[in-house]
T-cell receptor
């Protein structure tokens, strides 16, 4: 059974720092991996989706990498801002057509001004 | 593109009443929709998978008679919490599979409070 783990569970850093959020999954046979952002009391916003054949994806200050063989992904946030404060979730889709996502428990990120 | 809406965004009801939550894919057709439940400071818990025109598939431990799901069209799924009790109070999120990417698109969530 696929399990997704996110470390750390919570992170607090001063504004301007670069930071890395980690996600690991137990079964490397995935179809894709996605990073989401969730603000308190809100739904999920997709940040980056990486297909299994890809190594990384970038969007603005965000960069997500995928090492399928080792079962790991990282989300790198450059020059963090208070507006980046949110919970970040990673999720894997196990195979094409699976449609289901297996979620990690999330990392609660706080950026202090 | 790929927008999913939920209605209502929040609802307060008395214990014993039923509450219906709607999930709509606004600009794409979704053959499959998912319903999640989320408790404070926890991740999403998948409740059921809903396919258009067929019965929903419920995850283990989810009461199908308590949480009725209907997926009558390619753009609408509904979740009805029957005879709601305070322990049903939670944040319910739906998602729809489809659009241009192989992924789920999430609604904004519905906060249910049962008094």
């Amino acid at each position: 059974k696929q399990e997704v783990t996110q470390i750390p569970a919570a992170l607090s850093v001063p504004e301007g720092e670069n930071l890395v959020l980690n996600c690991s999954f137990t079964d490397s046979a995935i179809y894709n991996l996605q990073w989401f952002r969730q603000d308190p009391g809100k739904g999920l916003t997709s940040l980056l989706l990486i297909q299994s054949s890809q190594r990384e994806q970038t969007s603005g200050r965000l960069n997500a990498s995928l090492d399928k063989s080792s079962g790991r992904s990282t989300l790198y946030i450059a020059a963090s801002q208070p507006g980046d404060s949110a919970t970040y979730l990673c999720a894997v889709m196990e195979f094409q057509g699976a449609q289901k996502l297996v979620f990690g428990q999330g990392t609660r990120l706080t950026i202090n001004p | 593109g790929a927008v999913v809406s939920q209605h209502p965004s929040w609802v307060i009801c008395k214990s014993g009443t039923s509450v219906k939550i709607e999930c709509r894919s606004l600009d794409f057709q979704a053959t499959t929709m998912f319903w999640y439940r989320q408790f404070p400071k926890q991740s999403l818990m998948l409740m059921a998978t809903s396919n258009e025109g067929s019965k929903a598939t419920y995850e283990q431990g989810v009461e199908k008679d308590k949480f009725l799901i209907n997926h009558a069209s390619l753009t609408l799924s509904t979740l009805t919490v029957t005879s709601a009790h305070p322990e049903d109070s939670s944040f319910y999120i739906c998602s729809a599979f489809g659009g241009s990417m192989d992924t789920q698109y999430f609604g904004p969530g519905t906060r249910l409070t049962v008094l």
